[in-house]
């Protein structure tokens, strides 16, 4: 028989955290089944409302998920069959997706080695004059070099439509990811900085035009029972969840900095290491630290995340695989070598346990046993 791991850590802590919301997510729910208001109503106007102020965003539309919110927003900014779509290699399939699913092109670009975010020249260097919006990852929970996208947008006519499903909070010379660009996703996924208690997700953007548009498209076109204007989806934040995000969202600030001490923990505990190449923030960057993604040699991570599972640390890797070497996005014609950057952060990355409820112990376990594991 192998013997207990001393400790165990997981990657995200779930229960922790909602057994700090637990008594006002009750009261509410009480309420929403009390008034039967589960689709719209009071609750969810109130998040819309409270997330919007949060963040800075004057529109914020409530929506099914993060997936659905990237597609709304690409459409409400003109994005149609047969335009293009700029996006970074290193993401999660979603951010493709959207694309993919409004019937436009996904056109990729590269990232920066050392905050793995989307590559401004590169960006620029692929767009053209189909190119209908540029979509930065603000990955991790750091926020994009959005700023640095603005003369291609321009010079091409397009939008910038950030993908904030990881960034909730984060912050670029004080302004919040999420309000950018000219509209934005993000996905409320229960692991998130700010996580539902299932699917979710919210557009958000400075433009009435745009907002409206997000709603139309998001109730069946309609704006009028039975009144469709166009083609729309169904996609719509319900009451239940609208309760559990602003319950959590009292309290996102304080566990975002909970991450951020989480987060130079590490640095202090793992900076001596051999081998590991740590995050670091970008200048002007406020990061959230949704995941705290270290590098190791490519031979040793195989090796590297069975000790750490051995040992009852619930390591992870994000992502294995880049958008272009996928057998969804195969047709695409991308190779391997295309996209350097991406494919060497796919072979090296390991995701460490962070969240807001991590303690030093359990920190100080994890780097006891990455050193062990990279020896």
């Known amino acids: 028989m192998k013997p207990q791991p001393a400790l165990r850590v997981p ?19 009480k309420e929403v089944f009390a008034e039967t208001a589960f689709i719209g109503g ?19 539309v409530g929506v099914a998920n993060g997936t659905d919110a990237l597609e709304l927003a690409l459409r409400a900014c003109g994005v149609e069959p047969g335009t293009e779509v700029v996006l970074p290699a290193n993401t999660f399939i979603a951010t493709a997706e959207a694309v993919s699913r409004i019937g436009a092109l996904p056109v990729l670009a590269d990232v920066d080695p050392v905050h793995l975010l989307i590559d401004p020249a590169g ?21 994009a070099p959005v700023e640095a996208l603005a003369p291609a947008a ?27 660009g000219d509209a934005a996703g993000t996905s409320f996924y229960p692991g998130k900085n700010l996580g539902a208690a299932g699917d979710a997700g919210a557009v958000l953007t400075a433009r009435e035009d745009i907002a409206a548009r ?69 200048e002007g960057n406020t990061d959230v630290w949704h995941i705290y993604g270290i590098r190791v040699p490519a031979p040793q991570r195989d090796r590297v995340l069975q000790v750490l599972a051995e040992a009852g640390i ?21 190779g391997p070598g295309d996209f350097p950057v991406s ?13 807001p409820h991590l303690q030093p112990s359990q920190q100080e376990y994890v780097a006891e046993t990455l050193a062990r594991a990279l020896r």
């Open 11 to 29: 990657l995200v802590d779930l229960a922790a955290q909602h057994a700090e919301v637990d008594e006002e997510i009750q009261a509410g729910l």
């Open 123 to 143: 960006a620029a260097q692929v767009a053209g004059p189909k190119t209908r919006a540029l979509m930065p990852v603000h990955l991790f929970g750091q926020t």
């Open 42 to 60: 009071r609750h969810v106007a109130g998040f819309e409302t409270a997330y919007g102020r949060w963040l800075g965003s004057p529109h914020c």
């Open 214 to 282: 997000v709603r139309l498209l998001a109730d069946h076109g309609s704006r009028t029972k039975y009144r469709h204007e166009e083609p729309g989806m169904n996609s719509r934040l319900d009451a239940v969840q609208a309760v559990v995000l602003s319950a959590k969202l009292k309290r996102l600030d304080a566990w975002n900095g909970r991450r951020r001490e989480a987060a130079a923990r590490y640095a202090r505990l793992l900076g001596g290491l051999d081998g590991l190449v740590l995050p670091v923030s970008a």
């Open 154 to 180: 321009e010079r091409w006519g397009a939008a910038i439509v950030e993908d904030a499903a990881q960034s909730q909070g984060a912050e670029r010379f004080g302004r919040r990811a999420g309000t950018l």
């Open 343 to 355: 494919e060497d952060a796919a072979e090296r990355l390991v995701s460490l346990p962070l969240h």
């Open 314 to 334: 619930g390591a992870g890797v994000h992502y294995p695989v880049p958008v272009h070497l996928t057998g969804a996005y195969s047709p695409l014609g991308y």
